[in-house]
């Protein structure tokens, strides 16, 4: 099973993450190949998750949605350290 995930307003919203999978472990993870320098199309990963919404984390692209270096939400999505 994979995460599954919805494009709004250019960011990529995570809005289901497969059994056993923790959303503090998924961020701690983008968190550390942005500091790595891996992922530098990202700009942030912030975790909006809530009682109505117990799994949404939102990843912010570093520049505007097609401009150059822009977001490739199919290379994000299927990256693995």
Known sequence: ???T???ENGDIIITSLPYQV?????IEQVALQMREK???????IRDLSDQDEPT?????????P?????LDQPFVCNHRP
Do not use: C, F, N, Q
């Not at 923790?22 to 998924?26: A, H, K, M, N």
């Not at 891996?38 to 942030?44: A, R, Y």
């Not at 949404?56 to 505007?64: C, H, Q, S």
């Not at 097609?66 to 822009?70: L, Q």
């Open 22 to 26: 923790s959303p503090t472990r998924v």
């Open 66 to 70: 097609g401009g150059p270096g822009s």
């Open 1 to 3: 099973m994979r995460a």
């Open 5 to 7: 995930y919805e494009h």
């Open 38 to 44: 891996k992922l530098p199309m990202v700009s942030d």
């Open 56 to 64: 949404r984390l939102m990843i912010m692209p570093a520049v505007k």
